[in-house]
């Protein structure tokens, strides 16, 4: 296995430029929670340039550590019988994957650009949950299943849900240099949810305003949870409005159409919601509709954690 920290062992690669500033002062924020260790999945995907100049923005923003971490399928060479790997294109794409993260990251105190060479799909998500594991926030891409793929499809919810780790992802089409300045937290008050939120308070922490959708089977539960999320945020600085949702049992899907026309009628830039296994974090979705159907359709990032 590789060290995620140096990127050592095997055939993995990497490229190194850091100037260490360390301090035993505690956070720069009066202790509130901070980014300071940020990955990003690189792939030959068209949109892999948008979610890195975010990954940029925000080690930038928080004064934190970049480590890109390049992985794609592929297959082996064959002389003959015999596989040779790594094959010339798959050494060609890591080639100027590098030099795009180098040159991306030129202005950061420290940036890391790693290759785990490996090219099946269950080595690749093998090896990016293994190196999720080891930082505050990881920054994905939105499958587009519009064009030929890099990467396996399950890629985001299988690192959300093993690796332990928030996950943010960025959708396959629009422009987001910036996160978190108007969020949408959708609220359920699972261990999910809660997890979420708390997750997404480094992101939000300098919000204009943030926007509590709550959902619940019951109108008094809805409305006491929503109450306790919003004095939450308070707690930490932060102004929030809120909106009650009372669904019947089963509506996942129209829960998730519900919290998609809200982030398009209020501008939202973050969605912050929590996963359930093959299930959105909510009492009453039916299961297996709520994390695919946000995955599928959304048109903001997504700040998901397990």
Known sequence: MRDPEGCEGGRATMAVRARRERSCQGTESGGEMTLKNLMVHLDQAQRTEARLNLAVNLAREHGARLVGVFGQLAEAHHVGVVPVWPPEAYVSAARASRALFEQATGSLREAQWCDINRGSDSAVL?????????????????FDDTVKSNTPPETVREVVLNSGRPALVVPYAGNFNQVGRYPLIAWSGTRESARALNDALPLIQSCTEAFVLSMATRRDEADADCSDAVRHLNAHGIQARSEVSVMAEGEGVGVMDLILNRIADRAIDLLVMGAQGSDFALPFSSRGSGTRYVLQHMTAPVLMSY
């Open 126 to 142: 093998h090896q990016l949950i293994h190196y999720a594991r080891h930082f505050d926030l990881v920054v994905l891409g939105q």
